[in-house]
């Protein structure tokens, strides 16, 4: 019997010292994430917009800068920050830092006209009246020149993000 007992008192105190390396652990890692800067990932709309190809067979994404609504940006998790920009924001966003789209083109999926297709942002240009992306595809499927409502998910980018060695 006592030494059921000196065995479960044991055991106690060794998942109580776990209990405190866990939580430990746990808020290392999350006072450590909390000091992060944001990785933001972007959602444009606009109620009219088309994918065209050229003579020379690159294809553009072209919106009508006066109908783009807004441009939305959130972070990714734990940091979860939203905030809204106008395109020419997200012009000089486009190659700030060391992890700017401009070095890695960003992943993208374009919906038009609930039609859903995959590309590579190449680049970024503004008018006065457009905002237009060179686009390439992004995996096997074909570009399909179309237009119509459009709506932009652009991935990731943390411009602070340390450049890679």
Not at 53 to 67: R, V, Y
Not at 137 to 148: A, C, E, H, N
Request: charged share 20%; with cysteine; net charge negative.
């Amino acid at each position: 019997m006592q030494v059921r007992i000196l065995a479960l008192v044991a055991l106690v105190f060794l998942a109580a010292g776990c209990g405190d390396f866990v939580s430990e652990t746990k808020n290392s890692a999350s006072s450590r994430t909390s000091q992060d800067k944001p990785s933001f990932l972007f959602v444009i709309t606009s109620n009219h917009g088309s994918i065209q190809k050229n003579a020379q067979g690159e294809f553009t994404l072209t919106l009508d800068h006066s109908d783009i609504q807004k441009v939305l940006a959130f972070s990714d998790r734990p940091l979860r920050v939203v905030k809204h920009m106008t395109g020419e924001e997200l012009r000089q966003f486009w190659s700030e830092g060391n992890n700017s789209f401009a070095k890695d083109h960003p992943n993208a999926t374009v919906v038009i006209n609930q039609h859903l297709q995959t590309v590579i942002i190449t680049s970024l240009n503004m008018t006065q009246k457009t905002m237009t992306f060179r686009v390439e595809k992004d995996g096997p499927q074909s570009l399909v020149p179309m237009s119509g409502p459009v709506q932009v998910f652009l991935d990731s980018s943390n411009p602070y993000a340390e450049a890679e060695a």
